[in-house]
């Protein structure tokens, strides 16, 4: 499942180097593939296939009614995740009333990988300094080793990350949707930005 | 003393719920002397912003909320 991640974030995209297209001339090719893409994500994020299903179907719908709005397919593109975004919350937030039960897979590992037996950072991970990171969110380069260490994270992992970082959605939002408790959810989101600091340092801000 | 594990946990934790003041006076006392765990800190907080930042979604969002 953490494979979907690297082709499907919307954070893939490549708007500053995809040629100018009309979308209202987007080919039947060209919207299969960004369907494709939605339903990749959609299934990421919520566990029921029809639902996923759904969400796709209706942000693709309501965003091609206003294809005539989008110069570029890159702005189609970037505006269906975002109205994908919403659809996927609010499944999620409606929730509360049926939880699905989840269980905490790696909750119960330790973080040897990053800490000595007295809790301290291991040499050669402890963090250090990653410079400016203020036009990095444009930075196309940056978003697909992003995704590449997003893909590397167990899957429980990298979707509560994404549910709250990407989704933005509450804490106790997503406790109640996966029917997680709170200091497992601190767990998985702890583990997840280790990992993920410790995977972007490598392979982009460098180890210093 | 906290270790650099007991402290990162506090740092991240941080970004979800608010710490309570002991918790915060060992982590200041932590967080003076240790580099490491001072940028796994600022490291955190880069993430949530780069994330909720990422190309274009924050526009597209505002124009759906209309």
């Known amino acids: 499942m953490s494979a979907d991640i690297l082709s499907t974030s919307p954070l893939n995209d490549e708007s500053g180097t995809e040629p100018m297209t009309n979308a209202g001339t987007l080919s039947d090719q060209e919207i299969a593939n960004l369907r494709s893409q939605m339903l990749n994500f959609a299934r990421l994020q919520l566990d029921d296939p029809h639902l996923a299903e759904d969400a796709v179907q209706e942000a693709l719908a309501g ?10 397919s890159a702005s189609l593109k970037t505006w269906v995740f975002a109205i994908l975004k919403h659809k996927i919350a609010d499944v999620l937030r409606s929730r509360y009333r049926e939880p699905v039960r989840e269980e905490c897979k790696t909750c ?24 400016n990171t203020q036009e990095l969110a444009d930075k196309s380069d940056f978003w697909r080793v992003f995704d590449v260490c997003l893909e590397h ?12 970082e990407f989704i933005e959605l509450e804490s ?3 406790c109640a949707s996966l029917e997680l408790s709170t200091s497992n959810l601190h767990v998985l989101l702890y583990r997840a930005r280790l990992k993920l600091r410790d995977c972007l340092s490598e392979n982009w801000f460098g180890r210093g | 003393m906290l270790s650099c594990e007991q402290a990162t946990r506090l740092l991240s934790e941080r970004q979800e719920r608010a ?15 240790c580099s490491g765990c001072r940028q796994f800190g600022r490291q955190v907080v880069s ?4 994330v909720r930042s990422a190309p274009e979604s924050k526009k597209q969002k505002k124009s759906e909320d209309k």
């Open chain 1, 172 to 174: 106790a939002e997503i």
């Open chain 2, 47 to 50: 993430l949530r912003e780069l």
């Open chain 1, 63 to 72: 965003a091609l009614r206003n294809a005539d709005s989008f110069t570029r």
């Open chain 1, 153 to 164: 994270l167990p899957a429980e992992q990298a979707r509560v990350f994404m549910m709250r």
């Open chain 1, 108 to 131: 119960s590992q330790n973080d040897d990988e990053f800490f000595d037996d007295s809790g301290h950072w291991r040499a050669g991970v402890t963090p250090r300094r990653w410079g």
């Open chain 2, 19 to 33: 710490l309570s003041l002991s918790e915060k006076t060992s982590l200041t006392m932590h967080t003076a002397m």
